[in-house]
């Protein structure tokens, strides 16, 4: 069955990066678009930014534009996550997630069946 295992979050200062990779098994990553998701207390999940499966082309939300950037290595069946400039607004439970129905990414659907178990993401001082 599809798995999605993130890892490499933790406590970061304001200002700091991290880099969050997303291990995918029991699937051709290369057929899938791919994206991260998050969840701070008390809201609701939302998508942050995805990128599709065979051109690559990435998308943002307004609120991670030019700070996020997502990449992937089909090889090593890896989306990476890459969060630079981070704000104390962007401390929440990212997730990685997948889904098999075609173009979801540039259609910014969000509606997503495979999701990963979360990694915390903390910015604070």
């Known amino acids: 069955q599809v798995q999605l295992v993130e890892s490499g979050g933790g406590l970061v200062q304001p200002g700091g990066s991290l880099r969050l990779p997303c291990e995918a098994s029991g699937l051709t990553l290369d057929y899938y678009d791919v994206g991260w998701f998050r969840q701070a207390p008390g809201k609701e999940r939302k998508g942050v930014i995805c990128i599709s499966n065979s051109e690559g082309m990435t998308y943002a939300a307004d609120s991670v534009k030019g700070r996020f950037s997502i990449s992937r290595d089909n090889v090593k069946k890896t989306v990476y996550l890459q969060m630079n400039s981070l704000k104390p607004e962007d401390t929440a439970v990212y997730y990685c997630?997948?889904?098999?129905?075609?173009?979801?990414?540039?259609?910014?659907?969000?509606?997503?069946?495979?999701w990963g178990q979360g990694t915390q993401v903390t910015v604070s001082s």
């Open positions: 997630a997948t889904d098999a129905t075609p173009h979801w990414c540039g259609d910014r659907s969000w509606y997503v069946a495979y």
